[in-house]
Every structure is written in C-alpha cells, then in structure tokens.
C-alpha cells in the first residue's frame, strides 16, 4: 500500500465554516437535524486550541484536534469528509499521532460513543483499548491507546 501523504495545519478563525461543513457532513445520517440549532451549538463550543486542518492532495478534507495534558494526548475528535473517506487519510492521521505519542513515551486517550460500531473497530484495529465510561455521559466508551514502554 502506497504511503499516504497529508499535512496537518493549525486551524484559525477563517476555517470556521469549513469545520461546521465536515461535523455537518459525518453526524449519523438517522438522526434529526436542525440547521440552525446545530449551528448555534457549535458556535458555543468552537474553540482553536489543538484543532487541526487534515489536508491533501491540496485540499482540506477533515479535522483532527488532540491536546496534551501531563502524560496522555487526548484525541478530541478526528473527522474526514466523506468524499475522502476509506483512501487511508484517518489511519495516517491516528497511525503518525500514536507514533508520536510512542516516541514521546505517552498515551492517547479518546471517546466514542457506544452506539459507533464502526470508529470503535477502526479505532481497536489502530491500538486503542477500551478503558471505561465517561463519568458524565456513560454512553461514551473512554479507549486508551498505551504507547508507553
């Protein structure tokens, strides 16, 4: 399998609309939908620290936010636009960040819901572990990915 080449960039304030269009993009389709109230809940809660744009190929195609807290990176979300979903872009993305993690001899935490089958699979073929619950909302699986050695 060809390496998959993407660069990460900080996100500002002018990729405001891209990141409401790539959580608008990948919601659970059966769910019901409210333009203007989802607009106005992610207003409230953007915020740039560790967010990240995923580009390639010239294009941004996804988010990725993590954060560095003592010694865990916690993987705050990572989002690819449908359009380039299955192409490897999500696994590089997790595989260089849990690398990294390894090299700095730290572990990358993340939450998922219980009702998404698929990223909890993606994200047990890339390492991560189920670890427990969320103490706020119990339908979050908390999952640890141990890079320390």
Known sequence: MAEIVYTLRDATEDDYEFMYRVMAAVRTPDTAYDEAAEREKFAKSFELEGLHVIEYRGQDVGRVRFTL???????????????????????????DL????????????????????????????????????????????????????
Request: hydrophobic share 40%; proline share 4%; net charge positive.
């Open 98 to 149: 849990t690398r990294q993690a390894a090299y700095f001899h730290v572990d990358v935490v993340l939450e998922v819901h219980e009702s998404n089958i698929g990223a909890q699979r993606f994200y047990k073929k890339m390492g991560f572990r189920p670890y427990g619950r969320h103490s706020g909302d119990p339908s979050l699986i908390t999952m640890r990915c141990i890079t320390k050695r």
């Open 69 to 95: 807290h003592d010694t865990i990176v916690y993987l705050n979300g990572i989002q690819i636009l449908p359009l380039f979903q299955s192409r490897g872009i999500g696994t590089a993305v997790l595989f």
